[in-house]
């Protein structure tokens, strides 16, 4: 098994050094011990592993610590329930873990944690549990989260998507226990584009696996059973006139509100092409709605329930963590050159004081500065620190994924960054116009800036995106 890991990183960048520096030294504050292993908190004044942050999260930063990055994944599959539901969080509370069933809480762990089975080693035993793991969740959200059934998967409460205190879900509960959904509320059971891409996502990565086994009927029979969610979602939630997913309230009628969890599908696949085409030219990169001066605020800033509220709310400010699933959906769909844009915004709002904070006003960029349950106000907040460290590597540096290695070489100010994973050390340096790639020492490639390489893992080129424009 691979256990090290570790990224030196140097620019004459002034701000981004300072902001990857600090990101670098509170990220420690944030690794906690659950039950004698190393986890990732979300931090910020959270201080549990929530499905939506922490796996993906834990990956992350596994460039710097593969033991968190195991454990992040691990603790949500082994506290699984006996039914397949997935824990939506995970608490120590006296020295014990406690696993919480009262909301899914997103769901950003199937590719994060395939991608730890390559980043550790490939242990079988590992890829054995996430193959159960993805196939039983699949099986609960369709046993238990189609309760009208009408073949589209159901949100019951505000934080099944970890959108709290979003008005378009109205008088829906913040939680929900009870296996049945909630009765006599405006909008839910609501179906949902997330709880669809949730699905989707585990079929895509069980056929991975399936692939990975050889077993080629499996692999066939669950990419045709992601097919099929896909097809449903263009059939049901995709908004052919507004070029949109828009959710379906519990009277199966249409929510109108323009929100960006189109851009969340694009993080798990679950769009077509040409869809996330349409979204992204006519709704993403449009200024009145989500390419504001700091871009993708929660709810179009043109749209009727757009609020600008500056404490933990999914109406209307930009999030932290919107930019980190940013990164895998825009790469997901060949909108690479956008990555190097939002990395830029994301540390200009956070500036030079280095506090990292869950929301920024989407017109002004001014972090909201709330305050955490201890009366301090939030700082160390996990998706803040962890997306200034990803869009450092994906613009400037290394990320590996699968078997290959991605190297960033977006140019600007001359800068050096260095991988190391196991016994081998990637490192690739530019002077801002042109990058020279190295393996152990032995330069490889060299390239003008503007470009991601792709390579194996030892260095043989296997093709190149050029980030001026959406690859074909």
């Not at 003008?448 to 093709?463: A, C, F, M, S």
Request: aromatic share 10%; proline share 5%; charged share 25%.
């Amino acid at each position: 098994m691979i256990l090290h890991a570790s990224v030196r990183f140097q620019t004459e960048d002034a701000l981004l050094q300072k902001l990857v520096n600090a990101a670098e030294e509170k990220s420690l504050q944030n690794i906690k011990d659950f039950g004698g292993r190393p986890v990732l908190v979300e931090g910020g004044g959270y201080e549990k592993i929530w499905l939506e942050t922490q796996p993906m999260g834990g990956e992350a930063y596994g460039k710097r610590n593969l033991e968190v990055a195991l454990n992040n994944q691990l603790l949500f599959m082994e506290y699984a329930r006996e039914d397949g539901r997935m824990p939506g969080s995970i608490m120590l509370q006296n020295g014990r873990i406690v696993p919480q069933f009262n909301k899914i809480q997103g769901f950003c762990f199937p590719a994060p944690a395939l991608n730890v089975y390559y980043l550790t080693g490939k242990d079988p035993a590992y890829l054995e549990l996430l193959y159960s793991t993805l196939e039983r969740f699949d099986t609960y959200l369709w046993r238990e989260r189609d309760s009208d059934g009408d073949g589209c998967l159901e949100s019951w409460c505000k934080y099944d998507t970890g959108e709290d205190h979003a008005l378009r879900y109205g008088d829906a509960p913040d939680w929900w226990t009870e296996p049945a959904p909630p009765q006599g509320c405006e909008v839910v059971p609501m179906a949902s584009i997330d709880f669809m891409s949730y699905s989707y996502s585990c079929r895509e990565m069980l056929a991975k696996i399936s692939r990975i086994h050889g077993k080629e009927a499996r692999e066939k029979e669950w990419t045709e059973k992601a097919r099929r969610v896909r097809e449903k979602i263009s059939t049901y939630l995709w908004n052919e006139e507004m070029g949109a997913c828009l959710d379906r309230d519990k009277n199966h009628r249409v929510m109108p509100t323009l929100i960006h969890n189109s851009l969340r599908a694009m993080y798990w696949g679950s769009l077509t092409q040409a869809q996330a085409d349409r979204f992204v030219k006519e709704h993403l990169l449009n200024p009145k709605e989500f390419w504001t001066p700091m871009p993708l605020p929660s709810v179009a800033a043109s749209d009727p329930l757009f609020r600008n509220i500056p404490t933990n709310d999914w109406s209307g400010q930009a999030e932290a963590l919107t930019y980190q699933r940013a990164i895998r959906a825009l790469e997901n769909y060949g909108y690479d050159g956008l990555l190097p844009v939002l990395g830029r915004k994301l540390a200009e709002a956070i500036g030079e004081e280095c506090r990292f904070v869950q929301q920024y006003d989407p017109f002004t960029g001014k972090p909201s500065l709330v305050l955490t349950d201890d009366g301090k106000a939030q700082d160390a907040y996990g998706p803040a620190m962890l997306s200034v460290l990803e869009y450092a590597a994906r613009c400037h540096g290394i990320h590996m994924e699968g078997e290959e290695v991605y190297w960033g070489a977006c140019g600007g100010a001359p800068c050096t960054y260095e991988q190391e994973w196991g016994d081998r050390r990637f490192q690739i340096e530019s002077d801002g116009r042109r990058a020279v790639l190295s393996v152990n020492g032995r330069s490889i490639l060299e390239t003008e800036t503007g470009v991601k390489l792709v390579t194996d893992l030892n260095g043989k080129l296997r093709r190149t995106i050029p980030l001026s424009k959406k690859r074909s």
